[in-house]
């Protein structure tokens, strides 16, 4: 692929540099970056990857980026972001992808976990759904209503700010906190009042379940996506190597989707299960495309932190820029020129 830099050509622009993450509190977190190793020494490096179903390795896999791989990978998957961040933190996988809220649940548990590289998506498929039946029009009218959503995920921030966007808070609300297999039961069932859901589940309850769109997440929610790996791994020489790599095949996937949307629709419905109508649907806005790292992202995430805190979700203040490291900057920058 064009921006796709030969990793013999990494390895010596990178030879015995020492580079840290770029701000106060990133560089106190990150410490020095490993100098890269040798092509024979990556031979043998494994990288455990998280993901969920249906995420990076079968974009990777669509777009042909997992060919001619200098290194193995071991993939886990997870429901969501927040236990995926959890075994980051433990050691348990190297680096996995999450939305916009799951790093600022870690970071408030002062997790092992470091912000590596963003992206973006339309926000118009992350939704807050009711029923067909339901005699909610308005998301004011969720005072005293039961509400389902995976606790720390992306949809719980975009939550909150559509609740403070109506004058609510999450205390004028029920929550239930569910994983999204059990929200959708739940959901269908009438065991909550709505559902707060990203793609393609909101896709899948629109089509299949005939749910309705309350709100969405245009003009509250960021959109950002992050790789987010633990410390450890980018502490050790040949996992700092691989995830430098594999980050820039990543986005090279991302972009390749974007156009290509119908040929990733049809290998996201084989590898997940999915209706090809519902993939085909969820394909046009949950798509993540790569982004800048910049102080604009910091910024925008250290606002929903602190509303989250705000709201008492948090037990404290969150240094979001703490927890994000720049090292993989310059990688990444030919594939994010005009």
């Given at each position: ?56 390795q079968a974009l990777l896999r ?63 498929g992350d939704a807050l759904l ?184 948090l037990p404290g203040a969150v ?20």
């Amino acid at each position: 692929m064009r921006a796709r830099r030969a990793l013999s050509a990494v390895l010596l622009l990178m030879a015995g540099a020492g580079l840290a993450g770029c701000g106060g509190g990133e560089q106190e977190r990150s410490a020095e970056e490993p100098a890269p190793v040798s092509e024979s020494e990556l031979a043998n490096v494994t990288v455990r990857i998280g993901d969920q179903k249906g995420g990076s390795q079968a974009l990777l896999r669509a777009a042909g980026t997992l060919d001619d791989l200098p290194y193995k990978i071991e993939w886990s998957t997870f429901t969501s972001g927040p236990p995926l961040l959890e075994a980051a933190s433990a050691g348990a996988v190297d680096i996995g992808r999450v939305g916009n809220t799951p790093p600022i649940f870690s970071a408030a548990a002062n997790a092992n976990i470091s912000v590596v590289s963003a992206a973006q998506r339309d926000v118009a498929g992350d939704a807050l759904l009711v029923r067909e039946d339901s005699p909610l029009r308005e998301v004011g009218e969720l005072r005293g209503k039961r509400v389902g959503v995976a606790k720390g995920s992306s949809a719980h921030g975009q939550l909150l700010y559509l609740l403070q966007k109506a004058g609510l808070s999450t205390q004028d609300v029920e929550l239930s906190y569910l994983q999204p297999a059990d929200a959708y039961g739940a959901f269908t069932q009438g065991q909550v009042d709505a559902w707060a859901v990203w793609e393609p589940y909101s896709s899948q309850a629109r089509l299949e379940a005939g749910a309705r769109v309350l709100a969405d997440g245009v003009g509250t929610a960021n959109g950002y996506t992050f790789q987010v790996a633990g410390v450890g791994a980018l502490a050790d020489a040949g996992t700092n190597s691989a995830i430098r790599d594999y980050v820039v095949r990543l986005a090279e996937a991302q972009q390749w989707a974007d156009t290509h949307r119908d040929e990733w629709a049809r290998a996201w419905s084989a590898d997940t299960g999915l209706d090809p109508e519902v993939a085909r649907a969820a394909a046009q806005t949950f798509l993540d495309l790569p982004v800048p790292l910049d102080d604009a992202v910091v910024e925008s995430e250290q606002k929903l932190a602190d509303a989250f805190t705000e709201e008492g979700v948090l037990p404290g203040a969150v240094a979001f820029g703490d927890f994000v490291d720049r090292r993989f900057a310059a990688d990444l920058a030919p594939l994010l020129e005009p």
